[in-house]
Each structure stands twice: as structure tokens, then as C-alpha cells.
């Protein structure tokens, strides 16, 4: 009600018929705050110097409050809430019972309970106190995500081992068991040959990791291949609830090649294990597990070898393979490259693309990207596994005795697969492409001409330039990635 219309009514009505309701917004308005004034809200915000970053760092790895407590998106900091982590079953904070509005999150309690009694000023330790609210919310229970309907729920389960187990049972109560399910996936073609990309929902967090599958053999309609059985995943090929052929289809349960003239719905996968392939020398398949990287990737950037190496890693995978015939051990047949990138969204090892997109101009001011990351307040890498491993497992991989060979230098990979009880049968390292061509590019005029258009897209060549050398000697040689280090006027050690 407008403030004319309220003086109106009160002027001539009689105050006993006076709606109460009006009352009330009457005293709102002449008690309610004044409106402020653009002056109140001058900035606030410092030049982001080296020496204030340090400052914040050793005060605390929180940034600020404004920024790092408050969430206007319910759900994204509450992996817990119902179908927070499975958009399919969002039904929002009140789980549907009201469509009402989103509520303002914070994570922090209410200022009473930050206030300290006896001085009345803030209370660090209070501030981080949750509200009765969020431990309501934290405490609920989330329903398993795999269909009861499905054949066969210890093989649809994907559950980490032993070791997170107990990690996970330190936090009973809070942190359910995680699981992963496939959404959906779909065939892309790419410069190196089709691929499956599968997209992934989980009980962890609120991202959509992805299994990019190289296995073409799958296009074929009668895949019985028992040298190489199907990658495929178990969540995905199971059967949903109230879900009809066509739904199944369209998700991506399907066999063979889609298209208007074929759709066959796939079976659910009843055996988790691969066929025994004894006597078979077919490699196990190869894998990486890479972390998205916006600025090598998406925008060609030549600050890092992220791009480069997804790609390397897709036209790795895809290389076919030479398999001997047992029964003659001079001949042998070929088959198509099989295996599997698994695609976390942990942008900038884990800190996300804003402490990046700073870390790089901290870089520029002289500091190497681990002494940037520490400078704002972060590790040097925050990443986590679980989700790649539970993933792994979901596609049938690296559970059981032949294992996966895994493209990597890092050795913190290789440790968290096998910590996981997931079988590494070999690493194989990733060398960057322009260390594997340097006594080539030696022969050419100018750096110029390595520069490649597209260098670091898919289907692109080898990423070269200043930055990227100073990012890959970093990582030798303060994160320990397990690469020889290239000598200047000195061939790759050990290549
Ligand atoms: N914080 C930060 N992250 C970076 C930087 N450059 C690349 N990244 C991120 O690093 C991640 C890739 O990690 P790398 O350390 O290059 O490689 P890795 O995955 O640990 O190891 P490999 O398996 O051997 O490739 C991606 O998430 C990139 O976004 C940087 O300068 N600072």
C-alpha cells in the first residue's frame, strides 16, 4: 500500500476499524531503516597486493565472511539436502511442500549466538557455530540413489573401500557413503575417433564430473568381444525407476549405434567383473583422470599443458591395440583403443577459477603457482579422488586383478587409486609435447612457428612458450610429478 493511500485510510477511518494489518505497515515505514546512502557503500575493496594477500593468508584461510559464509543458492553448500546433488530430484528446501521462495543460506549462526556474553563482541569460535537449522538439514539422511528396483544392488552400489570407509565413519552422521550415478551419456565424435560421454551426479558435491569412454568396438551392434568387454557403466544401464524404453534410451542406456533406425535399450550389466581373459595378453585399459583447467582448455591459454594433455590423452587411449594370439604366438590381431578420461570439475587443482584467474596474476608478479595458491589462502593443490575412483568402479575399471594403466605424472594420483584397493598395473607418463619435440623444434627459425592455431583444443598440437616452462619446472620440482626434467642444450633426461 502506498504511503498516500495509507495516510487516506488512517485520516478517515475510525481507529477501531482500522485494519491491523495496516497498523503494521505504517509502523514499518516510520520505523524502518533509513534508506542508505550511496556514501555508506563506498568501496571497500584494496588493491589485491602480495603483502595483503599474506596478511589474509596468515590470518585464516577464510577469505571473508561476505564472501565465503553466505550462499543465495540452497542446496549447493548442503550436498545432503534432498536431490541437491541430483538436479532429477530437486524438490527444494521444504523438499515441495510450498513452492515457496529461496531461502537465504548462510552458514553461519545467527549473530546472537556469535556474540560472546560477556563482552558482547563477536565470538570467532560462534561465528562458525551452524544454526539449528542447518544441523537439521545436515543430519537428514538422503535415500539411496540407485533404483531398489534395479537387479542387482551390490553391483550397482559404487562404494569406496576400506581406507574412506573409516574416513567416512569419522564423519557418521554428517557424511553419507558416496555414490555415483550416470545420468546420461552420448556418443562424440572427435578427431581422434568416437567417444562416450558420460555425465555424472554424486552425493559429494554439487558437480558434474564426466567419463569421457573410448571404446568404439561399442558401436557395433553385437559387442561379445571377450579380449575386451564393454566399458560400461552399471549405474547408467540400470533400470530406473517408473522409466519407460524411450526414457532409457534417451539417457543413453542403449546399445550398438543410435540412430532413427536402430535403438536398442541396454540390459543391465550383471557381470561386474571383466571376462577372464587368462592367457590373453590384452593390456589393461589405459585411464587418466584429469581436472578441468577453463583456461588451457576452453581458451587455448599456453600458461599450462592442460589442454594439450586432455587432448594427448584421448589420442592416446584411442591408439589400437596389438593383441597376440595365444594359440600362435607370431600372429596377432588389432583392436580398437579402449579406455576411459575421467573428467573432475576441479578447476585450478581444486580453488576454482576466480582464485586462479588470481593466482595467475600473482604468477605475472614473479611467484610460482604453488607460492601463488599459498599466498591466497589456499593449498597448493586441493584436489580429491574419490569421485574419479567411485567413477571408475562404476565403469567396471581398475577393480580387479589386470587393473588400469593411467596417464600421469602425478604421483598423488597413482597413490589414491591404490590406496582405494584399485589395481595400478602400469603409469604411463605424459612428456608435453613440445619436450618431446624440442630437438625438432631446434631446427626452426623462431618459437614462433610451434605456436600452433587451436594448440591446446582437441585435435590441436603441442602448447609452448615461457609460462608453460616455468609451470612444468614448478611442478617437478616442488610438487614432485614424476617427469625428467628437460636441460637446456641437453636431450629429455632419460627419453
Ligand atoms: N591453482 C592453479 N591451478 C592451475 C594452474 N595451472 C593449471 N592449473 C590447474 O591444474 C589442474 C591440472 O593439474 P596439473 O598439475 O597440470 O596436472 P596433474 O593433473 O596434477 O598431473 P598430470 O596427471 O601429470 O597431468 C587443472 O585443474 C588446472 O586448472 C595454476 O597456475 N594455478
Not at 56 to 68: D, F, I, K, L
Not at 259 to 275: F, L, M, R, Y
Not at 387 to 396: E, H, W
Amino acid at each position: 500500500m502506498s504511503t498516500q493511500a495509507l495516510k487516506r485510510q488512517t485520516q478517515h477511518s475510525h481507529p477501531s476499524s482500522v485494519d491491523p494489518s495496516v497498523d503494521a505497515a505504517l509502523l514499518d515505514l516510520l520505523t524502518g531503516p533509513a534508506k542508505p546512502s550511496a556514501k555508506a557503500f563506498a568501496r571497500r575493496d584494496a588493491a589485491l597486493d602480495p603483502l595483503l594477500l599474506a596478511a589474509a593468508a596468515a590470518s585464516g584461510p577464510q577469505v571473508t565472511r561476505n564472501h565465503y559464509h553466505h550462499d543465495f543458492f540452497p542446496g549447493v553448500m548442503l550436498p545432503q539436502a534432498e536431490g541437491a546433488w541430483d538436479w532429477t530430484k530437486w524438490t527444494g528446501e521444504n523438499n515441495g511442500s510450498s513452492p515457496s521462495r529461496l531461502t537465504y543460506v548462510s552458514k553461519q549462526g545467527p549473530r546472537r549466538q556469535r556474540l560472546d556474553p560477556d563482552t558482547g563482541e563477536e565470538n570467532g569460535l560462534a561465528r562458525s557455530k551452524p544454526t539449528d537449522a542447518t544441523l537439521k538439514t545436515t543430519k537428514k539422511r538422503r535415500p539411496s540413489l540407485i533404483s531398489p528396483t534395479s537387479t542387482s544392488s551390490s553391483e550397482l552400489k559404487i562404494r569406496p573401500k576400506a581406507d574412506h570407509l573409516s574416513e567416512v565413519a569419522n564423519h557418521a552422521g554428517t557424511v553419507p557413503p558416496l555414490e555415483v550415478k550416470c545420468m546420461a551419456r552420448t556418443r562424440i565424435p572427435t578427431p581422434h575417433g568416437p567417444v562416450f560421454l558420460h555425465l555424472y551426479h554424486n552425493n559429494r558435491d554439487n558437480k558434474e564430473h564426466l567419463a569421457i569412454v573410448v571404446d568404439s568396438e561399442q558401436l557395433s551392434d553385437h559387442h561379445t568381444d571377450p579380449l575386451a568387454p564393454p566399458i560400461r557403466s552399471r549405474s547408467l544401464d540400470a533400470i530406473w525407476p517408473d522409466e519407460t524404453e524411450m526414457d532409457r534410451i534417451i539417457r543413453g542406456a542403449y546399445v550398438g549405434r543410435l540412430s532413427p533406425s536402430s535403438q536398442q535399450p541396454s540390459i543391465p550389466v550383471v557381470d561386474a567383473k571383466p571376462t577372464d581373459m587368462s592367457g590373453v595378453h590384452a593390456p589393461p585399459p589405459l585411464i587418466r583422470i584429469h581436472s578441468e583447467c577453463f583456461t588451457g582448455e576452453t581458451v587455448g591459454s599456453m600458461r599450462c599443458d592442460c589442454g594439450e594433455q586432455l587432448d594427448e590423452a584421448i589420442r592416446q587411449i584411442s591408439l589400437p591395440i596389438t593383441i597376440p594370439t595365444p594359440s600362435s604366438p607370431t600372429s596377432s590381431r588389432t583392436i580398437p583403443g579402449r579406455g576411459a578420461v575421467i573428467y573432475l570439475r576441479q578447476e585450478g587443482r581444486g580453488i576454482g577459477l576466480l582464485s586462479k584467474i588470481r593466482a595467475y596474476n600473482l604468477q605475472d608478479l614473479g611467484h610460482d603457482t604453488v607460492t601463488a595458491n599459498l599466498m591466497l589462502g589456499h593449498k597448493a593443490d586441493e584436489r580429491g579422488y574419490e569421485i574419479a575412483i567411485a567413477i571408475l568402479r562404476d565403469l567396471g575399471l581398475g577393480d580387479d586383478s589386470m587393473g588400469v594403466r593411467v596417464l600421469t605424472n602425478n604421483p598423488d594420483k597413482v597413490a589414491a587409486l591404490e590406496k582405494d584397493g584399485l589395481t595400478v598395473a602400469e603409469r604411463v607418463p605424459m612428456v608435453p609435447r613440445s619436450w618431446q619435440n624440442r630437438r625438432l623444434a631446434q631446427g626452426h627459425n623462431s618459437v614462433e612457428e610451434e605456436r600452433l592455431v587451436g594448440a591446446t583444443m582437441i585435435g590441436g598440437s603441442a602448447v609452448y612458450g615461457d609460462d608453460l616452462d616455468k609451470y612444468l619446472r614448478t611442478k617437478v620440482l616442488r610438487m614432485g610429478h614424476m617427469l625428467p626434467l628437460w636441460l637446456e642444450d641437453a636431450d629429455v633426461v632419460g627419453q
